[in-house]
T-cell receptor, first 115, second 113 residues
């Protein structure tokens, strides 16, 4: 039972355009969401997060939107750059047995930004 | 600024062999984690340690054991390696729980033949 779903395995966009990566979740206990970026042969690195009390968080070219009623979040990258080409993982956490230690990850979306 | 360091980076094992993946962090984090990444499967939590002296099973703990040796170090042991354990393993740490940013190591590529 996949609790965090990234239904698009890959996405290709042109440099300068907007990249939109989507993520859906099923567990209503999730209340904190994160996006990680991963280059080949490296570990994932934190990109941006959002708490469930917000519906938007912005950091430079990166904006995450959260729609709690739809259990959906998206990452917008504007403008997209070739260096943004990587795998993007959506992750979620929430109270689990009284703790909130565990992140649940989606399967990732490979973003390719073409020059 | 080492962050999370894990060793070895690459390892080939024969079925039935044992090995230990070592992980150390220098950020004074309380929580540490072991994940595995398989093609098309994302990152799955094997074990985690919320604080020194405690360990708990994650999503896919079978075939693994862990030791939180001290606050800095969290090792993952494969007692009898199986081909299904061929994967990329990531150690990670965070200040306290997942509300704080989780920092990952660079990964360990393990092949079991």
């Amino acid at each position: 039972d996949q609790q965090v779903k990234q239904n698009s395995p890959s996405l290709s966009v042109q440099e300068g355009r907007i990249s939109i990566l989507n993520c859906d979740y099923t567990n209503s206990m999730f209340d904190y969401f994160l996006w990680y970026k991963k280059y080949p042969a490296e570990g994932p690195t934190f990109l941006i997060s959002i708490s469930s009390i917000k519906d938007k968080n912005e950091d430079g070219r990166f904006t995450v939107f959260l729609n709690k009623s739809a259990k959906h979040l998206s990452l917008h990258i504007v403008p997209s750059q070739p260096g943004d080409s990587a795998v993007y993982f959506c992750a979620a956490s929430g109270k689990s047995g009284g703790s909130n230690y565990k992140l649940t990850f989606g399967k990732g979306t490979l973003l390719t930004v073409n020059p | 600024n080492a962050g999370v360091t894990q060793t070895p980076k690459f390892q080939v094992l024969k079925t039935g062999q044992s090995m230990t993946l070592q992980c150390a962090q220098d950020m004074n984090h309380n929580s540490m984690y072991w994940y595995r990444q398989d093609p098309g499967m994302g990152l799955r939590l094997i074990y985690y340690s919320a604080s020194e002296g405690t360990t708990d099973k994650g999503e896919v703990p079978n075939g693994y054991n862990v030791s939180r040796l001290n606050k800095r170090e969290f090792s993952l042991r494969l007692e009898s390696a199986a081909p299904s354990q061929t994967s990329v393993y990531f150690c990670a740490s965070s200040a306290t729980g997942s509300r704080n940013t989780i920092y990952f190591g660079e990964g360990s590529w393990l092949t079991v033949v």
